[in-house]
Nanobody
Framework: QEQLVESGGGLVQAGDSLRLSCAAS????????MGWFRQAPGDEREFVAA?????????KYGDSVKGRFTISRDTAGNTVYLQMINSKPEDTGVYYC????????????????WGPGTQVTVSA
């Protein structure tokens, strides 16, 4: 079964750190680029970060998280992490793990595989 499952969300205070994880079905998503989007209530889904599947992977970030968030994946490539530092209230939202056979996509409509999401709430 094709599956992306996020974990690690929760309630933190501004300035705190948090790490999200995404476990991917290895047989389905091997070699896929993976990433994160987020969605705040009333807003559209926003690109957060992406990482490709190469041994020394390329990464890219949305402007609002550059310098604060780091995306990485384990050596097997089946788990992707999003390390958040210096969190801000505007980081609040549902964070979704995504996968795509195409590297470099930043539009939500170009990702066809989505996890159910994990809630992150950053209090002021």
């Amino acid at each position: 079964q094709e599956q992306l499952v996020e974990s690690g969300g929760g309630l933190v205070q501004a300035g705190d750190s948090l790490r999200l994880s995404c476990a991917a079905s290895p047989r389905r998503f091997s070699g896929y680029a993976m990433g994160w989007f987020r969605q705040a209530p009333g807003d559209e889904r926003e690109f957060v970060a992406a990482i490709d599947a190469r041994r020394v992977p390329s990464t890219k970030y949305g402007d609002s998280v550059k310098g604060r968030f780091t995306i990485s994946r384990d050596t097997a490539g089946n788990t992707v992490y999003l390390q958040m530092i210096n969190s801000k209230p505007e980081d609040t939202g549902v964070y979704y793990c995504v996968a795509s056979p195409v590297w470099g996509e930043e539009l939500a409509r170009n990702y066809h595989y989505w996890g159910p999401g994990t809630q992150v709430t950053v209090s002021a």
